[in-house]
């Protein structure tokens, strides 16, 4: 939710994000595909230095994992995804030209 209605300057919003990842034991060569979900808000700034088609956008944001986070075992090895994660955002220099 921007705002302002040109689209500039303080934002802020939620993403929701659906991932799916391939992990594979070094030293067993097991594979394992599996699905994540997450909720991400998100605050940040969009600034328009070079006229109206290229910005700048950084932001901040807090990813919640909805998936859950238990420890996981594939062959010799353990992980995890972490339950919450800060998320810096930068976007150097964009252009949009619709």
Do not use: C, H
Request: aromatic share 20%; hydrophobic share 35%; proline share 4%.
């Amino acid at each position: 939710m921007f705002l302002r209605k040109d689209r500039k300057g303080l934002y802020a919003g939620t993403i929701y994000s659906y991932d799916w990842y391939s992990v594979t034991d070094d030293k067993t060569q097991q594979k394992e595909d599996f699905t994540k979900q997450y909720l991400v808000g998100r605050i940040g700034v969009r600034w328009f230095p070079f006229k109206e088609y290229f910005y700048v956008d950084g932001g901040f944001g807090v990813s919640f994992n909805l998936s859950g986070s238990d420890e996981r075992t594939l062959g010799d090895s353990k992980y995890s995804a972490k339950p919450v994660v800060a998320l810096p955002f930068f976007l150097p220099l964009v252009a949009d030209f619709s």
